[in-house]
């Protein structure tokens, strides 16, 4: 092969290396330019406690109108929603002024909040945009990292990111402690997103901004019809209901794939913004082996620092000894493994009651020749043992009650079968933030769509 050389253009290379250079000081420019030009809009939301008249909490926010209004997360500002009596809220604007702040309107599901200052607004706000980013293009958080001051982080808008329950945009910049509630604006400087959470290695999510748009929308709405200050509790319980009949709606409408575990078919993946792993035992002097799949929704509704709601989760286990093992010892060990279940979310006794639980046993179709079908695309399980009789199992089903959402609960379901000696199937699910009606449904489903072999 023969290679042919070229004498370098040097001329044309440093002409491309001189618009390199422009095109970054160019943007350079425009990041400092945005925050020349909106740094006005910019505040630190304090989180106050009255006694000690000290921080407590540090967040991010930004102005959006000439009145005052000024948007963060919910999360910022929820200690002051649940004990405004110990917690009050103020504003450090980016020169320096500080004041006080009414809390007027939420939105636990998307994680915002509406507030007012109190006396003179400041005199800048931003604009919202009516339009989200093209996927690829460079937008900017801004926000108050680790109370180091007001910072610029230049990312890129990837679309809404999948698998939730919640709408997010996945933004690939670092959003750090303190940057919650901040704005993410695009290069005409109007919001397109709000901090909210991040995973680290430059992996962030953002409240699009049409969910600000619809929260503003209804806070105005009330303010028109002259009611007075919106009343949060109530307002918080509407959101939680609604929410959870979104989900219960989503799930029960899907299609259920079930997915073989031992000698049973169990639940898989119902929708996308449940993702379900898998696990097994190695270990051959293990009396037990063990193989595992546990399936859970990857976000949760923050309520408070002690309470979280809004999960689903359910798990399977399939248990199995060799026949050298005594049925005694079998379920021994068994019962040891199991006794570590405990509900996904976090709920302190003020939040909730205590779990009120229904022990029984319970029968359940058992079809070992679901093998000789002659449906090839049907789910089997590995194999299938030809008993026909009804498998026992012993099943709890608790719940406890939302001491402030007195219709919701947290729902823990698990079930045990106890009809053979060295094989058993352990299936569980936990909901949060459910009411009666939903739970049931979703047990009722859970339970019929089970399988045993």
Avoid at 161 to 188: E, K, L, Q, W
Avoid at 273 to 290: F, L, M
Wanted: aromatic share 10%.
């Amino acid at each position: 092969m023969s290679r042919i050389y070229t004498r370098p253009n040097y001329r044309a290379i440093m002409s491309v290396i001189a618009l390199l250079f422009i095109a970054s000081f160019a943007n350079a420019q425009s990041y400092e330019q945005l925050y020349s030009d909106y740094r006005g809009s910019l505040y630190q939301i304090r989180l106050i406690e009255k006694s000690s008249n000290s921080k407590a909490g540090l967040g991010s926010g930004f102005q959006i109108s000439a009145d005052g209004l000024i948007v963060t997360n919910y999360h910022v500002v929820s200690e002051a929603v649940h004990d405004p009596e110990r917690y009050i809220l103020r504003y450090l604007s980016v020169d320096g002024k500080k004041g006080d702040l009414e809390l007027l309107d939420v939105d636990v599901i998307n994680d915002l909040a509406i507030l007012r200052q109190k006396g003179e607004p400041g005199p800048d706000s931003l604009r919202l945009a009516q339009n989200p980013p093209s996927r690829g293009e460079t937008i900017v958080s801004m926000g108050n990292p680790l109370d180091l001051g007001m910072t610029i982080v230049p990312g890129t808008y990837n679309g809404i990111a999948t698998g939730s329950f919640y709408d997010r945009i996945h933004f690939s910049g670092s959003i750090n402690p303190g940057m919650s509630g901040g704005p993410v604006v695009n290069r005409n400087g109007e919001v397109v997103g709000i901090n909210v959470a991040t995973a680290g290695n430059q992996i962030s999510f953002l409240v699009p901004v049409d969910k600000l748009v619809a929260l503003l929308a209804d806070f105005r709405k009330e303010m028109t019809a002259g009611n007075g200050p919106i009343a949060l509790q109530p307002v918080i319980n509407r959101q939680l209901h609604n929410n959870q009949q979104r989900i219960i709606d989503q799930i029960l409408n899907a299609d259920w794939q079930l997915r073989p575990l031992g000698d049973a078919l169990v639940v898989g993946e119902i929708v996308p913004a449940i993702q379900c792993w898998g696990n097994s035992t190695d270990d051959e002097d293990e009396p037990i082996q063990q193989v595992a799949k546990g399936c859970t929704g990857q976000d949760v509704v923050y309520l408070s620092e002690t309470f979280d709601t809004g999960r689903v989760e359910y798990e399977f286990f399939w248990l199995e000894s060799d026949d050298t093992l005594a049925s005694s010892r079998f379920y021994s060990a068994y019962e040891d493994e199991m006794s570590g279940f405990y509900p996904g979310n976090s709920a302190g006794e003020d939040d909730v009651t205590e779990f009120n639980c229904k022990q029984q046993f319970t029968t359940h179709p058992r079809n070992g020749a679901d093998q000789s079908t002659d449906d090839s695309s049907a789910q089997k399980p590995p194999r299938a043992n030809g008993n026909t009789k009804p498998a026992i199992a012993r099943t709890s089903f608790c719940v406890r009650r939302y001491k402030e959402f007195p219709d919701l609960y947290d729902v823990f379901y698990v079930s045990l079968t106890v009809d053979q000696a060295n094989r058993a199937l352990v299936s569980h699910f936990t909901l949060s933030g459910f009411t009666k009606e939903s739970a049931n449904a979703f047990t009722d489903k859970f339970v019929s769509e089970i399988q045993w072999h």
